[in-house]
């Protein structure tokens, strides 16, 4: 997969900006060539007038790309991707697996940009995930499930959280290419999960908390 395709992410309301300021419509052609399996997504796929392809998910957000060519780069990586193994709930949320423990704490910076919140107020400690909970709830809960960057810069903090909580480390968890997902083990070797919890948190739960969901994390695998 091509993995240096320039691209820009847009949410809804850029979406919609975008479609009406540079005379964007649908085109069938390129709309076919999407799989069912990746209609997640390339939904609906836009040509616009400046030579650019607006590709759309389900979820209303969007990635801009260049060219038609671009774009097409990018559908047989993920078509080819989407053949070997389900396409990971992280892709392009996140550095690659490479490099993601050395950009946690770029990663954690950008939340507290996202989010609105002092840096300084990030301790990584389990305290600190009420602030993140109560700007979380004090928004619509519709931005945030719709915010493509979110998921990824809250697995980075969560999982220094447990970090820290439990005396652990990273460690970069692979199963069959390209699949991986970070984790934490503690000195006993026990391995935390949590990166599907936090998907399910933001976009399954009546009401956030990322306090109780850490909190159980640390109780039940940790005591």
Known sequence: MASNIPLQ?????????????????????????????????????????????????????????????????????????????????????????????????????RLAQELKINLAELDQTLISLLIIDREIKSKNKQDYMSNKKLLGLLIAYIGEVIKLSINGEWLIKKSNEPEWEPVIIDSTGKVTSFCILVFDEIHEAEEISFYDLVSMLIESDHQ
């Open 9 to 109: 992410q847009l949410n809804k309301r850029q979406v919609h900006n975008y479609i009406q300021e540079n005379n964007c419509s649908i085109n069938l052609s390129l709309n076919s060539q999407t799989p069912n399996s990746l209609l997640f997504v390339f939904d609906k796929t836009y040509q616009c007038t400046n030579g650019k392809v607006l590709a759309i998910g389900k979820d209303g957000n969007g990635n801009l790309y260049d060219s038609v060519n671009d774009w097409q780069k990018e559908l047989n990586g993920l078509t080819e991707l989407n053949n070997l193994a389900p396409v990971h709930i992280l892709y392009n949320q996140i550095p690659s697996r490479d490099r993601f423990v050395q950009e946690v704490p770029h990663l954690i910076s």
